[in-house]
C-alpha cells in the first residue's frame, strides 16, 4: 500500500505529458481519467493508467487563464474551472452537447469565459445532483454564491450572484468573505468553510433565502480548516482545534448534518495524527472504503475506515445523484 504506479526518475519523476506545467488542481471524471489544472491556463488530461489524452500543450481556450483555482466535473464529465475572472467550460470525453459530439477538450464556453455573475471567483465551484454548477465569488467587497445552469452555461441566480447591478442580499453569509472549498451534500445545500471558524449553508432551492443562508454552529472549535468534505452517511468533515486540546494542533472531526459533534473524547477532540493542522492549506478527501484523507503541508495522513464510504469518482455521485450517499 503506497507504493508508486507512476515512473520514477532521477530528478523528475512522475508523469509528465500532455502539457503538464506547475500543476495546481486536479479533478476525476466519469471514465477514471484526471483533469490537472496547469499554472499557465491549460489543463492536461491523463488516462487511468496515466497516458497522455490532452496534446502537448495542453487543453486552452474557452477563457482559460493562468492561476486555475478549481476544476469540477459534471455528470456528464464536462469540465468547469474557476478563473481569476471567469468559468471556463470545456468538452469532456464522449461529450455531446444537444445531441452533437464534441472531441475531447473542446471549449465550451466563449473566448473569455463564461463572467455572468461571476466575480473574482475564489476557486469553490462544485456540481449538485440537479447538475447545477456553483461558484463562490469574492469580488465587490464581499462573498456571493453563483448558480450557472450546466447545460448553457448561463447564470441562473441573481440573488445571490454578482453582476454590476446585483449585489450579494443584505445579511449574507457570505457577506463575511466566501472559503476557497466548497462541498455540496445530498439535499443539494452549499457548505463552505468562513474565515477559519464558520461554516456557512446556503439551501438549495433557488429562492431568495438561499442568499441569505445560515450558519451551521460547532460548539467548542476554532480555526476550521479552509477544506471540507462530505461522505456517505452525508456528515461533514474538517479540521479543527479546540482550546480543550491544547497540547494537539488540530485534528479531524466529523459534524452531523446539525452540527453536532460525533466520534469525539470527553475533551471534544477528534482524530489527532501526524501535519494536522487546520491553520494550514490542506485538503481532504473522503474514499470508496470510508478512509479519510488529509494532505497537508509536504505529506499526507490517511485516517482508515473512520468515515461512511462515498461514491468514487465524485462526478459519479452528481451524475447518480448518490451524493451524500453511501455506495
Known amino acids: 500500500m503506497g507504493a508508486a504506479l507512476s515512473p520514477s526518475g532521477t530528478i523528475n519523476g512522475g508523469y509528465q505529458a500532455g502539457g503538464i506545467n506547475s500543476p495546481d488542481g486536479i479533478a476525476i471524471d466519469l471514465l477514471g481519467n484526471a483533469w490537472i489544472a496547469n499554472s499557465n491556463g491549460t489543463l492536461t488530461a491523463l488516462s487511468p493508467t496515466g497516458s497522455a489524452i490532452s496534446p502537448s500543450a495542453g487543453f486552452s481556450g474557452g477563457g482559460l487563464t493562468g492561476l486555475i483555482g478549481g476544476l469540477a466535473v459534471d455528470g456528464l464529465g464536462n469540465i468547469w474551472a474557476a ?154 468533515w474538517l479540521l479543527a482545534s479546540s482550546i480543550n486540546c491544547a497540547s494537539v494542533s488540530g485534528f479531524a472531526v466529523e459534524v452531523s448534518s446539525s452540527g453536532a459533534l460525533l466520534n469525539t473524547n470527553t475533551q471534544l477532540c477528534g482524530y489527532a495524527g501526524p501535519n494536522v493542522d487546520p491553520s494550514s492549506d490542506v485538503a481532504l478527501a473522503v474514499d470508496g472504503s470510508g478512509n479519510l484523507w488529509v494532505l497537508g503541508a509536504g505529506s499526507m495522513t490517511e485516517f482508515i475506515g473512520v468515515a461512511a464510504p462515498v461514491v468514487t469518482p465524485f462526478s459519479l455521485g452528481v451524475q447518480n445523484k448518490t451524493l451524500g450517499k453511501k455506495p
Open 83 to 236: 478563473n481569476p475572472g471567469s468559468i471556463s467550460w470545456l468538452a469532456g470525453a464522449n461529450a455531446a452537447i444537444n445531441g452533437v459530439a464534441k472531441p475531447i477538450g473542446t471549449p465550451l464556453s466563449p473566448p473569455a469565459g463564461l463572467t455572468q455573475g461571476i466575480s473574482n471567483p475564489s476557486g469553490a465551484i462544485g456540481v449538485d445532483t440537479s447538475g447545477t454548477i456553483w461558484v463562490l465569488n469574492s469580488g465587490n467587497g464581499s462573498g456571493s454564491a453563483a448558480e450557472l445552469n450546466g447545460a448553457t452555461g448561463s447564470l441562473i441566480q441573481t440573488d445571490v450572484g454578482y453582476q454590476q447591478t446585483v449585489p450579494a442580499p443584505s445579511g449574507s453569509v457570505l457577506g463575511q468573505g466566501v472559503g476557497y472549498y466548497l462541498a455540496i451534500d445530498n439535499a443539494g445545500d452549499v457548505l463552505t468553510s468562513i474565515q477559519g471558524n464558520e461554516i456557512a449553508e446556503l439551501k438549495a432551492g433557488g429562492s431568495a433565502s438561499l442568499g441569505t443562508g445560515t450558519f451551521i454552529s460547532i460548539n467548542n472549535l476554532a480555526n476550521y480548516s479552509p477544506s471540507i468534505a462530505l461522505d456517505g452517511a452525508n456528515h461533514l
